[in-house]
């Protein structure tokens, strides 16, 4: 039987399939009765859409597989900390646990700024398991962000050098 670590493994590969489209490296499943029911990644950059966030993503399509709207025999695993967007649609799909592996101090609501999963006023809350391979999942966007930045560090250097030609 698989555990927690070996569920965020499998988030972590679909992270991978996001970054090889140059996509954030957020990769999320669902889990019921311990089979991998649905999938995904990032898809934002591809689809330009707000909304199309690995946890939003493999919410509709488990909720497509299940043939209803309610995930409660579920447990969805994802690699970054849900935002607030996403934290919203968890409650709403009434999915009962949540397993995250980096914390996001910036925009995280499952935790880090607020944990709106666990918030007693709502008709329904989710456990949530932070840390879970933590240092692979962080490592995994540091780099990411890191090859950006770098990116746009080369772009800006060929820009300079082109405008210096254009002088001479």
């Known amino acids: 039987m698989r555990n927690d670590k070996d569920y965020m493994r499998l988030a972590i590969k679909e992270a991978h399939k996001a970054m090889t ?7 999320a499943i669902i889990v019921k009765d311990h089979q991998v ?34 995930l409660e025999d579920c447990t969805l695993y994802v690699t970054l900390e849900p935002c607030v967007m996403c934290a919203g649609a968890i409650v709403m799909s009434r999915i009962p646990r949540v ?7 910036k925009g995280g609501c499952s935790g880090s700024l607020m944990n709106l999963l666990e918030q ?16 692979e999942c962080s490592q995994l966007l540091q780099s990411f962000f890191k090859q950006i930045r770098e990116q746009k560090k080369a772009l800006k250097q060929v820009k300079i050098q082109n405008d210096a030609n254009l002088l001479e």
């Open 21 to 27: 489209i140059g996509e954030v490296p957020i990769g």
């Open 37 to 70: 029911i649905a999938r995904a990644h990032n898809l934002r950059e591809t689809l330009q859409q707000p909304t199309a966030h690995a946890e939003h993503i493999v919410i509709e399509r488990a909720s497509e597989i299940v043939g209803s709207w309610r």
């Open 99 to 105: 397993v995250y592996g980096a914390t996001d101090p």
């Open 120 to 135: 007693p006023q709502f008709n329904h809350r989710s456990s949530v398991e932070s840390g879970v391979l933590e240092k």
